[in-house]
């Protein structure tokens, strides 16, 4: 067979190393037919999209699309990636907007009244706060302790109220106590850690904490002045309550013995803070998506 | 004459007619961008990176996360969802080479300055995985260690200047600065400042949260902090930008 198709075919005429030889055959009609079809699609394309450039300008093609632009006119373009943006974006915001219109309308307790409503804020917080809070206080909110406070216990630094985290959110945060190791020696802040550790229950010399309760409340130390005269805190100024077992920045409880617990806390008092920074949003999400999130956020299982 | 065989038999001659194919394709794409006055958006606030933000792209260049980050939104709609406004052409016209990329292992991060926090930045870069549990990111803990090399910035900025970046040497081109940028901007590309600037500059952000020493983790995150931040897109109707294409 193959010695036979040899002799029919049509070959170049070129002969390599005595008998090698190259076939000359004409291409299969299937492939030419594409690429006639290829060649015709192309000049198509031309006419509908934009396509070549012509001195300053190019050819813009047939194809327009229609979209609703910032101020709400109707506008015409030639048909390109940015003017079909603003149209798919319309499209997408005019199925959720009758939703995001009443949320932005309605009282957080009546949001959470309607579980339409409370369904909505369900989901489309889900992906907002995936896209925005999570890379901090992680994927449900339980946050990371020595960096970012958790969102589902109801310890609020700055207050776990709808108003309160709508706050938060709209301006950022950021928490900051100075730093006492040049205003205290190493005898004073230990007694402080002492005190402090005390506050919560934890195991602590006795002696040291009275001491530390006087210094705490002492013009030298001045602690009372942020953290209150009961210790509890003060949420308009994000000091933290020291007389619960909660713990963001000293991590008490991952401590195995009583001593580190109090090194730990000692750690934080002699260093003081200038961290827990969270970034405003107001830039970067529109008012009824924070009002959406806040909603979500205060629903995560800690709101007030 | 002009057969086929003819040129499959010259290797000289069969190169040249490579070289001229291709580059007819090159000529056909790239030619006219030079000469379309609209490809460019005019709009307020983009400006040539500081000395510090500078260095901290060179850091971003030389650990390669250009490989699998991109900086450039398009226009469609999940990624308007997820990272914001499309990238403009003016955005990146200070950038030599640009960091489009041409690869997302990761997420885009055209806008992702200010987004997060500084100490985020550095926790991340140090051990992603401490932060988003299923990153794939390696870590870079060395940039906090290594104390950031800024001998050569007054000579990086002047290559930059060579390429077309307004930064200014002479009072008359930091006057025109002044014009364009404002005071407080031209200042900072002043190059024979450049030094003063970049740690005046590490110190007051306190990027890495150790004032002390001026870290390859100060500059890289005072560039990841400025990354999309530059255009106010609250001033600007999208139609405008519509008709640059």
């Known amino acids: 067979m193959s010695q036979q198709k040899t002799q029919m075919a049509q070959t170049t005429g070129h002969v390599w190393d005595d008998d090698l030889q190259e076939y000359s055959n004409p291409l299969p009609s299937w492939w030419l037919i594409g690429f006639y079809a290829s060649v015709i699609m192309a000049l198509i394309y031309w006419m509908i999209y934009p396509a070549w450039p012509v001195g300053k300008h190019f050819t813009t093609g047939f194809n327009t699309v229609t979209y609703v632009n910032d101020k709400g006119q109707e506008k015409t373009w030639h048909w390109n990636t940015r003017a079909q943006l603003m149209k798919d974006m319309n499209e997408a915001q005019k199925m959720q907007k009758p939703y995001f219109d009443k949320v932005a309308a309605m009282s957080f307790a009546d949001i959470a009244r309607d579980p339409e409503l409370t369904n909505f804020v369900n989901s489309a917080g889900k992906a907002l706060f995936a896209d925005n809070c999570a890379a901090c206080h992680q994927s449900g909110g339980q946050g990371k302790p020595g960096f970012f406070p958790n969102l589902t216990d109801d310890d609020w630094l700055y207050g776990g109220t709808y108003a309160n985290i709508q706050e938060s959110i709209t301006k950022g945060r950021h928490g900051y106590m100075p730093a006492f190791k040049e205003v205290l020696n190493a005898t004073q802040l230990d007694e402080l850690a002492n005190y402090v550790a005390s506050l919560s229950g934890e195991k602590a010399d006795a002696a040291k904490a009275k001491a530390g309760d006087a210094l705490f409340h002492s013009e030298t130390a001045a602690c009372y002045y942020c953290h209150g005269n009961d210790a509890k805190g003060r949420q308009q100024i994000g000091s933290a309550n020291l007389t619960d077992k909660i713990w963001l920045w000293a991590d008490v409880p991952g401590q195995g013995t009583p001593e580190k617990k109090v090194e730990a806390i000692r750690t934080v008092i002699a260093n003081g803070l200038n961290r827990g920074v969270m970034p405003a949003w107001e830039d970067r999400l529109k008012p009824e998506q924070i009002k959406l999130l806040t909603a979500y956020v205060h629903g995560l299982g800690g709101g007030k | ?245």
């Open chain 2, 1 to 245: 004459m002009f057969k086929h065989e003819w040129i499959e038999k010259n290797v000289g001659i069969m190169l040249v007619a490579i070289m001229l194919a291709i580059s007819i394709g090159g000529m056909v794409e790239i030619t006219p961008l030079f000469f379309i006055k609209d490809t460019v958006e005019k709009v307020a606030g983009v400006r040539p990176y500081t000395p510090l933000e500078s260095r901290g792209r060179d850091i971003y260049v030389r650990e390669g996360c250009y490989l699998c980050h991109s900086q450039m939104i398009r226009p469609f709609r999940d990624e308007a969802l997820r990272y914001g406004h499309y990238s403009l052409a003016a955005e990146s016209q200070y950038d030599h080479p640009f960091q489009w990329g041409s690869k997302r292992t990761g997420p885009d991060l055209a806008r992702v300055g200010k987004k997060y926090s500084n100490e985020w930045h550095v926790q991340h870069l140090n051990d992603p995985k401490s932060m988003v549990p299923a990153s794939v990111m390696p870590r870079y803990p060395w940039l906090l260690t290594t104390p950031l090399d800024y001998s050569d910035v007054t000579d990086r900025l002047k290559a930059l200047r060579q390429v077309g970046v307004p930064y200014s040497l002479t009072q008359g081109e930091y006057d025109r600065n002044v014009k364009e940028f404002g005071a407080d901007v031209a200042k900072m590309l002043h190059i024979p400042d450049a030094q003063k600037n970049l740690i005046a500059q590490a110190q007051a952000g306190n990027y890495d949260g150790d004032r002390s020493n001026v870290s390859e983790m100060d500059a890289l995150v005072a560039y990841l902090q400025v990354l999309g931040t530059m255009v106010d897109f609250s001033k600007y109707d999208n139609d405008e930008f519509v008709k640059f294409r």
